[in-house]
């Protein structure tokens, strides 16, 4: 069985611009998270989509938005690129029929670079 | 505000030691704990999964306990490779289910 995938794995873009990431989950998985991670603030939880719907929200600035489409694949946006987004984005997906135990797959990350 | 702290935060050990990373939180309402490997530069590959009413997991030279009243795991690895050289992390979820992730243990297995 396929992982996670995501696309592209590096991305370089100047502030002001937006970017849009990818993330297809492990085949049958419904539910798809995503995760920012830097240096200074570790792993942080953006938000979670299960059926096409943000179940879950973390403290990120509305800049950061997120879609779910009906083949569970995923994507993330961010507007307005800001030096301190630079960071490692990680996509897990789970099976999410019961979250209490929902054992999360990570993909292998985008890493966004902002000049 | 859940809080996850792993100690220590870097760990260099000779091949063969059997060696025990920590984690601690603060709120024992959580639905389970996760433990993950990340190599440099790469995702996370999930280790070992306890559900919040489970006492621990084993998978292979892995074991994981957890003792959700005093707010602590730990993950135990026996007679540890080269090949186990990462960064460990340890990750609750919470009563929100959002997964909180603690800093992770940097570790170093010395041929």
């Known amino acids: 069985k396929a992982g996670v995938t995501q696309t592209p794995r590096y991305l370089i873009k100047t502030r002001g611009q937006q970017v849009t990431l990818s993330c297809s989950p492990i085949?049958?998985?419904?539910?798809v998270s995503w995760y920012q991670q830097t240096p200074g603030q570790g792993l942080q939880f953006l938000f979670e989509y299960f059926s096409e719907t943000q179940r879950n929200k973390g403290n990120f600035p509305g800049r950061f938005s997120g879609r779910q489409f009906s083949n569970s694949r995923s994507e993330m946006n961010v507007s307005t690129l800001e030096l301190g987004d630079s960071a490692l984005y990680l996509c897990?997906?789970?099976?999410?029929?019961?979250?209490?135990?929902?054992?999360?797959?990570f993909g292998p990350g985008t890493r966004l670079t902002v000049l | 505000k859940q809080e996850v702290t792993q100690i220590p935060a870097a760990l260099s050990v000779p091949e063969g030691e059997n060696l025990v990373l920590n984690c601690s939180f603060t709120?024992?309402?959580?639905?389970?704990l996760q433990w993950f490997r990340q190599d440099p530069g790469k995702g996370l590959t999930s280790l070992l999964l306890i559900q919040s009413s489970q006492r621990e997991q084993t998978s292979g030279r892995l074991n994981a306990s957890l003792d959700k009243s005093s707010g602590r795991s730990t993950l135990y690895i026996a007679a540890s490779q080269p090949g186990d050289s990462a960064t460990y992390l340890c990750?609750?979820?919470?009563?929100?289910?959002?997964?909180?992730f603690g800093s992770g243990t940097r570790l170093l297995v010395r041929p």
């Open positions: 709120d024992s309402a959580i639905y389970n």
């Open positions: 897990a997906s789970s099976l999410a029929g019961d979250r209490s135990y929902n054992e999360q797959f």
């Open positions: 990750a609750v979820m919470d009563s929100s289910y959002k997964l909180i």
């Open positions: 085949s049958g998985h419904r539910s």
